[in-house]
């Protein structure tokens, strides 16, 4: 007989979707950071992230009217229909982040705009809604704290209990700070890990700067700058294996691509966690590629 799910059990069933991981709790925390203006983010740790996960951010905070279903799912401040989908400017905007790790975790959140007189603290319960609240000595910005994580899912707690799985998640949190600081010039990030911090970046005035503070000035110096929008990493590793395969041993290539594209021309509501999308325009943005990496590797060599 077919039986309506319960709430909490969609919901459960849901967010365990969009969160699988502490590198993509992280990943959500960051974007909304970022979306909220953030030029400072603090990624604190605990037992790699599964018993706390902590992102605190210097950005525009929660307005207090937003507050009651800051973590409610569905509920969102980027967009009221599907066609704004075609001019978005976020990272968010399915308003399912929050709700999604409140399901998994237990979730506390501090907040604070330019406007309130002084940032609270807010616990949740997991559908997401606010069970209490206290003041906090916080600044502007937000925390969003995350404890406990997959506490009610223990199949997944126990594929992370391994410590070869906590320090491969650990590399995972790293790795993609790293890509936001790259992207992001202006960002300054920390990571910490027990309390020690294994990362960090800066402050800096371009993408050059950027990528020669994560990778270092040795990695800078044998790269090529050029000039254009586009990516595929298939042709690159096709490129990169022929033209390089005799005169190199490296294994692989540092590639830095800032792909700029009109909204419009990309479907990112592919995936629960973003890591794929739709380009429109795909066969324009790989001649493009194909372009540049003929005027820095020469033609590719047909094939026999």
Not at 270 to 294: C, G, I, M
Request: charged share 20%; aromatic share 6%.
């Amino acid at each position: 007989t077919m039986k309506q799910l319960s709430a909490e059990t969609i919901r459960l069933l849901s967010g365990s979707q969009v969160i699988t991981s502490v590198a993509s709790v992280v990943k959500e925390l960051i974007e909304n950071s970022l979306d909220a203006d953030a030029t400072n983010i603090d990624v604190k740790l605990e037992d790699y992230g599964f018993n706390k996960i902590e992102v605190r951010d210097n950005g525009n905070g929660i307005k207090a009217t937003d507050v009651p279903v800051m973590a409610v799912k569905h509920y969102t401040s980027k967009i009221s229909c599907s066609e704004d989908l075609e001019s978005l400017t976020t990272y968010g905007f399915r308003g399912e982040a929050l709700g999604s790790i409140c399901c998994i975790s237990e979730v506390l959140i501090t907040t604070k705009t330019v406007d309130d007189d002084f940032s609270i603290q807010y616990a949740l319960d997991t559908s997401g809604h606010i069970t209490s609240k206290k003041p906090s000595h916080l600044g502007q910005g937000t925390t969003v704290t995350v404890l406990k994580l997959f506490q009610n899912l223990p199949v997944r707690k126990q594929f992370y209990s391994t410590n070869k799985k906590c320090k491969e998640e650990l590399k995972k949190v790293q790795d993609l700070l790293i890509a936001y600081g790259i992207i992001k010039p202006d960002l300054r990030i920390t990571l910490t890990h027990n309390k020690a911090v294994i990362w960090q970046k800066t402050r800096v005035s371009d993408h050059k700067m950027a990528c020669m503070s994560v990778l270092g000035t040795a990695v800078m110096g044998s790269m090529v700058p050029f000039q254009h929008c586009s990516e595929d990493p298939e042709l690159i590793r096709q490129y990169y294996s022929v033209v390089t395969q005799k005169d190199s041993t490296r294994l692989y290539p540092v590639f830095f691509l800032n792909i700029t594209v009109p909204a419009s021309a990309v479907d990112v509501n592919l995936t629960p966690d973003k890591s794929q999308v739709l380009l429109h325009y795909k066969e324009s943005v790989l001649l493009a590629v194909e372009n540049v990496l003929k005027s820095l590797y020469g033609p590719l060599p047909a094939a026999v």
